[in-house]
């Protein structure tokens, strides 16, 4: 479904990522591990092809991403960054229907049957109390589920999420980490951005660590998610508690703290 060929990455004076190869498959669902700064997001980018220089080195059903074109790319991707940029003057119904663009073949308007898939996402991100109410007065947590329900709406083959789970509360995390591992059993390909440990073992069956130096590393949860690699990732010691998918690792606390 995704895959990157010796794909580098940097900012002026540091490098992110070095010679990344990667396959992610239909069906599995990744989490992307890292400290601030070492690269995550730039890869969310690299891989939707929203970062320079990075699309020769990125395949997508087996083409190359800079051979897609962008409508055809949105039905196959579908990309949830931090921010979104500018601002949504109209309700959650209407904001949630513009993930159907890329699949509308009607020029004079939408079908019935988006309308419908719509609904169904808003209702699954529990805001159909909120449908008619404007984007802008809607809460952080409220906004976020939104977009969650527009990337729904769109339905790609592939997921891309950083940070999808800000702004939301326990419930809506627990709903969302649900969600898209739902999605990845029905044969959809998710990659997230997490920072929240406890998700990672029972929702997500792979993992990509990115290091400050460049280095990643890459592989089935329960190969890559121990300890040793947690603590060389974080650079901090760690607790381990638990076992099996019930496994929690937390900061170690140092004596006089």
């Known amino acids: 479904?995704?895959?990157?060929?010796?794909?580098?990455?940097?900012y002026p004076g540091k490098l992110l990522?070095?010679?990344?190869?990667?396959?992610?498959?239909?069906?599995?669902?990744?989490?992307?591990?890292?400290?601030?700064?070492?690269?995550?997001?730039?890869?969310?980018?690299?891989?939707?092809?929203?970062?320079?220089?990075g699309a020769a080195s990125v395949m997508v059903a087996g083409k190359s991403l800079q051979d897609w074109p962008r409508r055809d790319l949105a039905r196959e991707l579908g990309i949830m960054l931090q921010e979104e940029?500018?601002?949504?003057?109209?309700?959650?119904?209407?904001?949630?229907?513009?993930?159907?663009?890329?699949?509308?073949?009607?020029?004079?308007?939408?079908?019935?049957?988006d309308r419908s898939?719509?609904?169904?996402?808003?209702?699954?991100?529990?805001?159909?109390?909120?449908?008619?109410?404007p984007m802008a007065t809607l809460s952080g947590g409220e906004r976020q589920r939104a977009r969650i329900a527009l990337l729904l709406t769109q339905s790609p083959n592939c997921y891309l999420l950083d940070e999808p789970l800000q702004h939301l509360d326990?419930?809506?995390?627990?709903?969302?980490?649900?969600?898209?591992?739902?999605?990845?059993?029905?044969?959809?390909?998710?990659m997230m951005v997490l920072h929240?440990?406890?998700?990672?073992?029972?929702?997500?069956?792979?993992?990509?660590?990115?290091?400050?130096?460049?280095?990643?590393?890459?592989?089935?949860?329960e190969e890559v998610f121990r300890r040793s690699n947690l603590e060389a990732l974080y650079q901090c010691s760690l607790e381990?508690?638990?076992?099996?998918?019930t496994r929690h690792f937390m900061p170690a606390m140092e004596v006089g703290v």
């Open 1 to 10: 479904m995704l895959q990157t060929r010796n794909l580098n990455l940097q």
């Open 17 to 53: 990522c070095r010679d990344l190869n990667l396959t992610v498959n239909p069906g599995e669902c990744w989490a992307i591990l890292g400290q601030n700064g070492s690269g995550k997001t730039t890869l969310i980018h690299a891989l939707s092809d929203l970062y320079p220089g």
């Open 85 to 113: 940029p500018g601002e949504f003057w109209g309700n959650v119904l209407e904001y949630v229907l513009l993930g159907r663009y890329p699949h509308v073949v009607n020029p004079f308007g939408r079908e019935v049957g």
């Open 117 to 133: 898939i719509a609904l169904q996402a808003i209702d699954r991100l529990e805001l159909t109390a909120l449908a008619q109410r």
């Open 170 to 190: 326990l419930r809506h995390q627990l709903l969302t980490m649900t969600l898209f591992s739902e999605l990845a059993l029905q044969g959809s390909a998710v």
């Open 196 to 221: 929240d440990l406890a998700w990672v073992r029972p929702y997500c069956d792979h993992v990509l660590m990115l290091f400050d130096n460049g280095r990643s590393l890459a592989g089935p949860t």
């Open 240 to 245: 381990e508690s638990g076992l099996g998918s």
